[in-house]
């Protein structure tokens, strides 16, 4: 089974048709204000709009009061809502409820424990997102976690790769891990925000060639 790529905290048309040509499964819309990869809601319909069939788009949110989530979804009809802040699962149990989207659940793990946590989302999200531990922003830092953490846990729920995955380092990720989807965002960036053409392309062929080996 091929693996799933997500590039995430696209901003424009160039970076959405620069992914799905390299191969992404997966595209990642960013609304947070705060970071450097924000869109906007409108903008983030618009570029839903541009992504091509066969390409899910993933908005991601980040402690989002149950109304704006639920505006947000009107707005941007994403295939997928990423939540990446402190919602609980019994929060996300009810969201899942009453929304027909799949959800997504990001954590930071510092350690064993941290994926302990995730197992109580067993019902309440699709999939858990295993990323570096947050720092000044919730992701996109660039940094990575202990990866043989993962393969001590006995995961209760579906499970993708995340923080500080590059071309130069996602085989040997996936060799570690065996994760089902890998995701990266600042991995193939000129600078924060700003995405690099080039990395998209030499990441997901990194991941392809891990596939095939």
Same mark, same amino acid.
Not at 107 to 135: M, S
Not at 149 to 168: C, E, F, T, V
């Given at each position: 089974?091929?693996?799933?790529? +997500?590039?995430? %905290?696209? *901003? $424009?048309? &160039?970076?959405?048709?620069? @992914? ?81 989207i799949?959800?997504? +659940?990001?954590? %930071?793990? *510092? $350690?064993? &424990?941290?994926?302990?946590? @995730? ?15 947050a ?12 990866w ?21 380092n ?8 065996r ?35």
């Amino acid at each position: 089974m091929q693996t799933q790529i +997500k590039i995430c %905290g696209l *901003k $424009d048309e &160039a970076s959405i048709d620069a @992914a799905a040509k390299a191969g992404a499964t997966h595209i990642g819309l960013v609304h947070f204000e705060k970071g450097p990869r924000h869109v906007a809601l409108d903008q983030a319909a618009a570029l839903r709009m541009r992504a091509p069939a066969g390409v899910k788009v993933v908005l991601l949110l980040v402690n989002a009061e149950p109304g704006f989530t639920a505006k947000a979804i009107e707005v941007v009809k994403p295939d997928i809502v990423q939540f990446h802040g402190s919602e609980t699962h019994q929060y996300l149990r009810v969201l899942k409820s009453a929304v027909d989207i799949e959800i997504w +659940k990001a954590f %930071g793990v *510092k $350690d064993a &424990a941290t994926l302990k946590d @995730a197992d109580q989302y067993e019902g309440a999200a699709d999939l858990i997102l295993f990323d570096a531990p947050a720092q000044a922003l919730p992701g996109g830092t660039g940094t990575r976690f202990d990866w043989s953490l993962l393969n001590q846990h006995k995961h209760k729920l579906p499970w993708g790769l995340a923080g500080g995955l590059n071309p130069h380092n996602v085989g040997e990720a996936l060799r570690q891990t065996r994760a089902i989807l890998v995701d990266t965002s600042s991995g193939v960036e000129s600078a924060p925000g700003i995405k690099d053409m080039d990395k998209i392309a030499a990441f997901c062929q990194a991941v392809r060639n891990h596939d095939n080996s």
